[in-house]
């Protein structure tokens, strides 16, 4: 069964499911205007290759966190939306590159072919480099850096945390350099931790900090992303393994031919559902300081939840 | 004969010689606290693969340039030394990509084996990531993104933009889309915009914001950046049609296999040569306007032009 993530194609599941698919719709609008000749004159077939990957129809899970949890804070949509586009250049930009033959080698994502597959190699790598670097320039560019430059400096250092090398490249480069057959547990705990859940769990800060939130609500928030991050993964490890998303199948072949280790190779698939229980669980107690200003982020929690059934 | 850029090993050359060597000083001091343990956790080989080419002994031009703007304008080391070093991660993120065989396919930089021959592709592509990443991180995390959020925030919009698609990877893109043999001269001159100066005039402006210049004065040193850069590249270029580089020997030859385009190959090497001395003429007028506490700066072009001699 296919992830039921509410988006323009897909029904919606719970309550809060139309607020979340709003969010989304949200981003799916603003996104391109930062690639638009006005916004930046990027050359050909640099500009198609960057608007390829991005406009590719993932979930959004990332911008709609970071919208999500600002709002629980009681910030505004438009101060929020250019960091959680940002965000999605992130995203994107580690898509790119994981896919390239030198990393994953996969030769398709999202049922397309692939950057490099399209493109060519040298311009899937600039383009992915191109992402990442107008990512900061959307986030720095902002209007909310001009009128709030405090918060923005800090939800910048944040996601570049998140996503350097003790973050996401850091996870990456641990799953690359991970040797067949001697990954432990703990190996994959750390690898997931780096590779997701910092990005995820820099989502829900950032949305805290731009929102303007306590430091006692942004760290909440930043424990439950944590939580939520890691959810996330083990889920879409437990449907890798059992075959759910047959646009993977072939990564999966690849990867148990690696000997790549997932958290339901390495545990078993058993407790890999038990850890999702247990993960939504914690995500949810974290914020449990808010009311139902909080909603649609459980409502996140609920849908990721839901992939697995 | 080999260039005599001041630093460790070089003799200094003119009578400010010796204060862009001391601010070359600063900067390769301060360049691996960024990536040591306690500011960043990278795992292993990413952090060998980030110091193996960011300590490879780089002119640092870029950090040098900055500093030596932003104290033009009364900037204090301490405020303009986090972006210095910055930059000079962007540059070496660039230098790592634009070796891959994927790109330039250089198996030698600066007399030593490139990232991907040492570490693999995998990894220098992550490295180059990581790089550009943790560059943000040093800006945004800066006692100055604390004291002076603001100038801190346009600082890093301006790096990113000349970073990014309309600058130096925009430029890296019309490199690799250039083919062979239908090259103009006019693209050359974009290309060198996008590929060099932007990012050199971006060292200048910044300097001139972090150090609290006035908008005239910045415009000022973003000019003169423009033409140092060109200078600067067009100065590489003869070098390497004359030969005086040895060790830039193998890419020239490649260069001209491939049919590439350099402002010397465009033009010849006597406009080529006269082009320099215009672009240095037109940079020294436009800091004009300062008195003796820009020499630093009018030291940088003539060292670039002491280079051709």
Known sequence: MRATFPGKTNKVAGPFGAELGRLRGLVEEALPGYLSPGACRAPSPLREAME????????????????????????GEGELLPFACAVEFVHTYSLIHDDLPAMDD?????GKPTSHKVFGEGTAILAGDALLT???????ESETASAAPGRAVRAIADIARAAGAEGMAGGQQMD?????????????DEIELRKTAALLASCARVGGILGGGTPGQIDALGEFGTRFGLLFQVTDDILDETGSFEEMGKGIAKDRARGKWTYPVAYGLEAAGARAETLAREALE??????GEADPLRELVRMVQDRRS
Chains 1, 2 share one sequence.
């Open 52 to 75: 390829y990957s991005l406009m590719a129809g993932g979930k959004r899970v990332r911008p709609v966190l970071l919208l999500s949890a600002g709002k629980a804070v009681g910030g």
């Open 106 to 110: 996969d030769d398709f994502r999202r």
């Open 134 to 140: 107008e990512a900061f320039r959307i986030m720095a």
């Open 176 to 188: 690359l350099s991970a040797a067949p057959g001697v990954s432990t547990p703990s190996s994959v």
């Open 286 to 291: 974290k914020i449990a300081l808010f009311r």
